[in-house]
């Protein structure tokens, strides 16, 4: 029994991978639902972007591409829906993050539009800025003091001053929310924005990169975070909390599977560190 | 299927799948189309990237901004010579008109172009003008973002052991006094964050001997908090990477599985064949005892010369 147990810490990896596997492929075929609760940082977006005035546009920093698109891609589509739903006008704009960022956050918009809200206007109640190269508070402060000077443009090459929404937002007095998805996103918001003007920042970023951005919390340097696919699941769910076959963005197809998947890494910890104490034991009884 | 540059047409579909499951194949072990498809990708990610840098940086900000207007001087269905021409006529004509505009952006393209002498061994000492430049403006920068960033931390850090219930003024829980009660809950809270600060700060102190026991005690604390704080990061590492993956297990299942192959009961006597030849791989190759490392022949060969008389080969 004993040595059974020391073997466990030696199971080859090919076979967790193939458990791994196993237990995210199958909620994908046979659809499964759990309970999602919000946390804290989630509904600390959540209700930021409740009290935005309709008179005020969000500015959403989007600088996610494919590499990132199974974290950013729901947190892009919840705030998006809760936009458009509240009829908050907003301002896309990819400071610095990747180059097809604007692309793929018109590729959200779009779906949700046509889906869902078909009578909104692109130029009146949302704008793409698209892409600007330099990443950090450069760009930053002078979106903050002029964005006209650093998107003369729209992402399809429109002159700014053409679109009504624009025409109308000129610098940080005009924006209630800075909300950026991104797999790292650019600190300098707290710093150059928050820091100076007081502007209320929510952050939606890669777990990964989570670690290091809830310090920001407790000393409300920011409003809220939408942590991975996860946060864009208990984002649904505060949108949608009696209607289930509502919540459809990609945090909420992926927090199943997640789930299962991060159990069967539990277990192989466990087996992995009873082994390693049988071990332990055993040399101790020799 | 087709939102956020997923693939749209059947091709693509199969493409991506070949790829992904390629990429996949790692799993396994190192193979010939992992790194076939490994060396695509970094070159596609370069020549993506120069394009981008062109385009969207020195094209938009230095180019046009220095050149652009220079197009409009070029008659439209000029011949390539003549318009060589032409262009270097408006160029001069430029200059002559513009002068203080073209020494502004002729600085500013040389500026940036010293950059590129880091490539020189001999006048690598002109990259370091701009170099100079950027470290002392980052410098400025980095003082000014640091302290935006940290400085609120540093003070969201005193907080009341013994606390009242949060509020918009107190966000840690107002001081207790004769009309606030203690809000265990919080003062718990607010604890474990101080003692928190404390003991990993004592971990950190290296200056003073930790050989008294309050230090050593303290100092062991803050270890075992950080441990626990690199166990979160662990954990949220493998919450993104498992996110990854499912995303391109969706791609498999939903888009590709489910949509361009046929679904007819042999398709799932294939899925089945497959999933059995997988684990008896998997079995089989566990079984197989390791390779060998293989044996330098000899190790003399490898030996530089040293010494006084030895030159570089």
């Known amino acids: 029994m004993l040595d059974f147990l020391i073997k466990l810490q030696k199971v080859d990896r090919r076979w967790i991978y193939l458990a791994v596997a196993v237990a995210c492929i199958v909620p994908f075929i046979v659809p499964m639902r759990l309970s999602v609760h919000p946390s804290r940082e989630t509904r600390g977006v959540y209700e930021a972007v409740e009290k935005c005035p309709r008179d005020k546009v969000v500015l959403l920093d989007s600088g996610w591409d494919a590499g990132s698109l199974g974290e950013n891609m729901g947190q892009g589509q919840v705030i998006v829906d809760h936009l458009f739903r509240r009829r908050i006008p907003f301002i896309v704009v990819d400071i610095g993050g990747s180059a097809q960022g604007p692309q793929f956050m018109n590729a959200v918009i779009k779906d949700i539009h046509d889906r869902k809200y078909p009578d909104r206007r692109y130029g009146t109640d949302w704008v793409n800025l698209g892409y600007n190269p330099i990443w950090g508070w450069q760009v930053i402060t002078l979106v903050a003091k002029d964005i006209h000077k650093a998107f003369p443009k729209d992402y399809q090459g429109t002159k700014v001053d053409d679109l009504p929404l624009m025409r109308r937002t000129h610098n940080i007095d005009d924006i209630s929310l800075i909300y950026t998805v991104n797999y790292s996103p650019c600190e300098d918001y707290i710093s150059f924005v928050h820091g100076v003007y007081g502007t209320p920042i929510a952050f939606a970023c890669a777990g990964i990169q989570s670690t290091t951005e809830y310090r920001f919390i407790p000393p409300r340097q920011l409003v809220g975070m939408l942590v991975s696919a996860r946060g864009s699941a208990e984002y649904e769910v505060l949108m949608y909390p009696n209607n289930p076959e509502m919540r459809v963005s990609k945090g909420t197809e992926l927090i199943v599977p997640m789930t299962y998947g991060h159990l069967v890494i539990i277990f192989g910890v466990l087996i992995g560190n009873i082994g390693y104490f049988a071990e332990r034991w055993k040399r101790r009884r020799v | ?313």
């Not at chain 2, 695509?40 to 652009?68: E, R, S």
């Not at chain 2, 502004?104 to 006048?123: A, P």
């Not at chain 2, 590492?237 to 498992?242: A, D, L, P, Q, W």
């Open chain 2, 1 to 313: 299927m087709g939102i956020a540059g997923e693939p749209q047409t059947l091709w693509e579909v199969w493409l991506a799948a070949f790829i992904t499951i390629g990429i996949y194949t790692f799993l396994y072990s190192d193979n010939k189309l992992y790194r076939a498809l490994l060396n695509i990708m970094v070159g596609l990610n370069v020549g993506y990237w120069f394009i981008v840098g062109w385009k969207q940086v020195l094209g938009p900000k230095w180019w046009d901004l220095a050149w652009g207007t220079l197009h409009a001087h070029i008659p439209a269905g000029a011949a390539w010579p003549t318009r060589a021409v032409y262009w270097i006529g408006a160029v001069f004509s430029h200059i002559s008109l513009h002068p203080w505009a073209f020494i502004y952006w002729f600085i500013l393209g040389g500026l940036g172009t010293l950059w590129y002498f880091q490539l020189s061994h001999r006048y690598l000492w002109l990259s370091r003008i701009v170099i100079g430049m950027t470290v002392g403006m980052g410098a400025a920068v980095g003082f000014k973002g640091s302290f935006l960033l940290n400085a609120p931390q540093i003070t969201d850090s005193f907080r009341p052991v013994l606390a009242g219930s949060p509020s918009p003024l107190w966000s840690n829980g107002a001081p207790v006094g004769a009309s606030v009660p203690v809000d265990w809950l919080q003062s718990a809270n607010n604890i474990i964050f101080v003692t928190t600060i404390f003991c990993v700060m004592v971990y950190f102190f290296f200056s003073f001997s930790h050989d008294k026991k309050t230090i050593r005690g303290s100092a062991s604390i803050g270890r075992w908090l950080l441990m626990i704080t690199f166990g979160a990061f662990f954990g949220n590492t493998i919450m993104t990477r498992m996110a990854i993956f499912l995303e391109r297990v969706q791609f498999l299942v939903r888009d590709w599985a489910q949509k361009t192959v046929p679904v007819t009961p042999a398709i799932y006597y294939a899925y089945g064949a497959g999933a059995v030849l997988l684990i008896a791989a998997i079995y089989f190759l566990t079984r197989r005892p390791p390779a060998k490392p293989p044996v330098p022949e000899t190790v003399e060969e490898e030996r530089q010369p040293t010494g006084p008389g030895a030159t570089a080969s």
